[in-house]
């Protein structure tokens, strides 16, 4: 009896991982083929992964798409985890009845949907426009602005915080360091952990988001890999093989994060539920 | 009297530097106090005075609550929010009961593969919703590999119109979302179930408690906490459902699978924008969010 209940979990699991890694394997056994072929259901590997390349670098604006949406993760990953750990760590170092107040308001900040602010944000960037070109619609920062100050990071830091040394700040003032210097020059090294778990969310999340760029970058040239892989996708004569390549292309640098640092992104996942 | 001069002034030193040391603790804050109210809370002030207005494009009026009073006479809304709560109601229990049965599964120290079963489990989580959406789009066609799969495996007989039936491109919807979220969800179970003492289930199963009775009296009253944290994640993420609906059926057919946020999406920015009107239907996300938030707090009876 619980040698065929055994039997039925290995089935079950088996056929769980099959399901959940299928359409990986499809994405890359479908780059290697023409668009005929990936339409017929071929599911062995072909000849035409150079030539789907060839395409995709020709007939699509696939540079210009990772460029942009390199830049984007980059300087919002750093933006976000400077300013979400500069308050993360205020709001539990400096704790005071005022702070704890504030920090309970942006709190309700994560239950706002992003859809019922998207107007009026938009809204707000076309009237920086006028007067700020540079950050007003259609720029890639009007496409990270909004992304990078958000409660879920501050609330992140602050519960790592409780688990930062006390002393070390202690320490810090006897050796003579100013309270920024302890910040930067204790606090960050030390949380080095906490920085590399948080990272891969923050980078995550901004080469994978869709909606926000989709409204605030109209251009083509500004276009970011989701929006690129979108339009592909939605075209009249899809070139099926030039698509998946173009799949594998954005879905590589994620699949990367969390192979080689499997451990932060489990820990960044964790750091948002304790406390 | 040189005495208490001197202990005054050093009582009085560590005030000020208190007073300093708090000053310098709003600076810390201050970054991100003035980013989420800029970001945040003014759009959603905005949001609701957009939505007394009615108008095209930039010319609005105040019209008071018209906007709300026409939600109720609009179908493409109501069958925008029936299909929203559809999702909700079926995908996010489907999701939850399926990772939390994968996370027993794999938390049996005996289990061989246990590593592989995991990490293929999780790896769709790693997926941009655009990607996986627009592989599904191919994957569910009419010639798509999954019918040719269930024919092939002689369960049906002619392909399922999986994208233009409007039963099967909900469900096409649903399943993509359940493919995408459930290794997440069971993540976070597993290291849960993996802080509870195993000598629990030993005198379970010493009393003659089933694998059954040990999954509903034991497993899930321990993970409720993060059962009631990862619903309500869920039931956010469902409830602004965009990317995939957007590329798997644009909403279709007919509007047959049109959630609220892309009902937003296309009042904005696809038909005549009626920015006014779109901020109403976005207010209907937020009270949404907050009343099921509610709810869920109350049924899992946690008062933190």
Redesign the interface.
């Known amino acids: 009896m619980k040698k065929i209940k055994r039997v039925f979990?290995y089935i079950?699991?088996?056929i769980?991982?099959l399901?959940?890694?299928f359409?990986?394997l499809?994405?890359l056994i479908s780059m290697t083929n023409k668009s005929v072929d990936?339409?017929a259901?071929r599911?062995l590997p072909g000849g035409h992964l150079i030539e789907n390349i060839n395409k995709l670098i020709e007939q699509t604006q696939i540079g210009i798409a990772l460029w942009n949406s390199f830049i984007i993760a980059i300087i919002t990953t750093i933006l976000t985890l400077l300013?979400?750990s500069?308050?993360g760590?205020?709001?539990e170092?400096?704790r005071?009845k005022g702070?704890d107040m504030?920090f309970s308001i942006?709190i309700l900040?994560m239950?706002?949907?992003?859809?019922?602010?998207?107007?009026?944000?938009?809204?707000?960037f076309g009237r920086i426009s006028a007067d700020a070109p540079f950050i007003g619609l259609d720029t890639l920062a009007a496409a990270f602005?909004?992304t990078?100050?958000?409660?879920f990071f501050?609330f992140f830091f602050r519960q790592n915080t409780k688990m930062f040394a006390r002393e070390l700040v202690e320490a810090g003032r006897i050796d003579g360091l100013s309270?920024?210097g302890i910040?930067f020059r204790i606090y960050m090294p030390t949380m080095k952990t906490t920085y590399a778990a948080a990272s891969i969310i923050a980078f995550?999340n901004s080469?994978?988001n869709?909606?926000w760029p989709?409204?605030v970058l109209q251009s083509p040239e500004k276009q970011t890999?989701?929006l690129l892989?979108?339009n592909?996708?939605?075209g009249y004569t899809p070139d099926?093989g030039v698509?998946?390549t173009a799949?594998v292309v954005?879905?590589l640098p994620?699949?990367l994060?969390?192979f080689l640092m499997?451990r932060y992104f489990?820990a960044g996942?964790?750091g948002s539920?304790k406390g | 009297m040189s005495q208490s001069i001197n202990t005054t002034s050093n009582q009085k030193k560590p005030i000020l530097q208190r007073l300093k040391r708090n000053y310098i603790g709003w600076l810390f804050i201050l970054l991100s106090i003035i980013g989420i109210s800029l970001f945040y809370f003014y759009p959603m002030i905005q949001a609701f005075l957009l939505s007394l207005q009615s108008g095209m494009g930039a010319n609005l009026d105040y019209v008071g609550f018209d906007n709300y009073v026409r939600l109720f006479n609009d179908p493409t809304f109501i069958t925008a929010l029936t299909n929203t709560v559809l999702y909700l109601l079926i995908q996010v229990p489907v999701m939850i009961v399926l990772a939390l049965i994968f996370s027993v599964l794999l938390n049996d120290p005996t289990l061989k593969f246990k590593g592989f079963f995991r990490t293929a489990i999780f790896l769709p989580a790693v997926t941009s919703l655009v990607a996986y959406a627009v592989i599904f789009k191919y994957l569910f066609g009419n010639n798509g590999l999954v019918n040719d799969f269930l024919i092939n495996l002689n369960l049906i007989s002619s392909p399922i119109a999986w994208l233009s039936d409007p039963f099967w491109a909900k469900v096409t919807i649903i399943i993509a979302i359940t493919w995408r979220w459930t290794g997440y969800n069971m993540i976070f179970y597993l290291s849960a179930l993996q802080n509870v003492d195993r000598s629990m289930y030993e005198a379970a199963r010493i009393d003659g408690a089933s694998a059954f009775q040990q999954f509903f009296f034991i497993t899930i009253p321990l993970l409720k906490p993060i059962i009631l944290f990862t619903s309500i994640v869920s039931t956010i993420g469902t409830l602004q459902l965009f990317d995939e609906v957007m590329n798997i059926t644009s909403g279709g057919p007919g509007n047959s699978t049109m959630t609220i946020s892309m009902y937003i999406y296309n009042l904005s920015f696809e038909y005549t924008p009626d920015f006014g009107y779109a901020a109403t239907v976005s207010y209907v996300i937020l009270i949404l969010v907050v009343i099921l938030s509610f709810i869920q707090f109350k049924v899992a009876g946690d008062k933190e």
Not at chain 1, 111 to 124: G, Q, T
Not at chain 1, 148 to 151: D, G, L, N, Y
């Open positions: 979990t079950f699991l088996s769980a991982s399901v959940s890694i359409p990986f499809w994405m990936v339409t259901g599911l300013i979400g500069l308050a760590y205020g709001f170092i400096y005071s702070k504030i942006l900040s239950m706002i949907p992003f859809a019922a602010i998207m107007i009026p944000l938009y809204r707000l602005l909004p990078i100050i958000t409660a501050i309270e920024w910040f995550m080469w994978n869709y909606l989709l409204v890999i989701p892989i979108s592909l996708g939605a099926y698509i998946m799949i954005a879905t994620t699949a994060v969390f499997q489990v996942m964790m539920v």
